[in-house]
């Protein structure tokens, strides 16, 4: 099915802010949540898959094999015990909320799809409703486990999977006032959902993260 943009940018929106909500109130409370988080390093957050199939050519059936992408980087240096840490906690970080943020473009988009068969705007403002308490329900207690800067983090990457700011949504479909309110909310809390995502220049190192991580190369 194809979803014009208008829709899926109106509908996604409103999932969008549910699931922004979450990340910005747990920046209130993890900026004092000194609890020490663990993380497996040596089980991959995304699991390696093998595609098996075959294809006919000239009459020959020929067997083919689909594979993960395989990403090879430059080994990365450190300077300091110190920015070793750093880089050992944004591993551990992404790991923790890429889930969540492709889960989030996930949830935009088959929502918007299904609104699509929804005869008319009583009914899709039903069905959002249930989109939003169902949310609610199911992240609230994850993110209440997430820290600071988990949650700047999930912004972020909710960009990298949407391709748009929180703040650009909000505002275009839901109003300034309601976008001009998360993004003071942000920003009382040193995060800004005005923030792009840009995987060439200062996140080109999450970014190398996150394609070993969807790899399943770390």
């Excluded at 194809?2 to 922004?20: K, Q």
Aim: proline letters at 5%; glycine letters at 6%.
């Amino acid at each position: 099915m194809i979803i014009d943009s208008w829709t899926y940018r109106t509908w996604g929106a409103r999932v969008l802010i549910v699931l922004l909500a979450f990340p910005l109130c747990c920046l209130s409370a993890s900026a004092q949540n000194t609890k020490r988080q663990e993380v497996d390093f040596d089980s991959p957050t995304f699991v390696p898959t093998v595609k098996v199939g075959k294809v006919l050519e000239n009459g020959d059936s020929i067997q083919y094999m689909e594979m993960n992408n395989v990403y090879v980087f430059p080994p990365v240096t450190f300077s300091s015990k110190r920015q070793q840490g750093a880089y050992m906690r944004l591993v551990k970080n992404v790991k923790t909320v890429l889930p969540i943020a492709k889960e989030a473009n996930t949830i935009m988009m088959e929502t918007a799809e299904y609104l699509e068969t929804l005869p008319d705007k009583k009914s899709r403002e039903e069905h959002m409703k249930r989109v939003e308490k169902g949310i609610m329900q199911a992240y609230k207690p994850r993110m209440k486990k997430l820290t600071y800067s988990q949650g700047k983090l999930l912004i972020k990457l909710i960009y990298r999977e949407s391709h748009s700011s929180g703040y650009e949504l909000i505002q275009a479909f839901l109003g300034p006032v309601k976008a001009g309110f998360y993004q003071a909310f942000a920003w009382a809390f040193g995060a800004s959902l005005k923030k792009e995502y840009d995987p060439e220049g200062v996140d080109r190192l999450t970014e190398r993260v996150v394609l070993l991580v969807e790899a399943g190369q770390l």
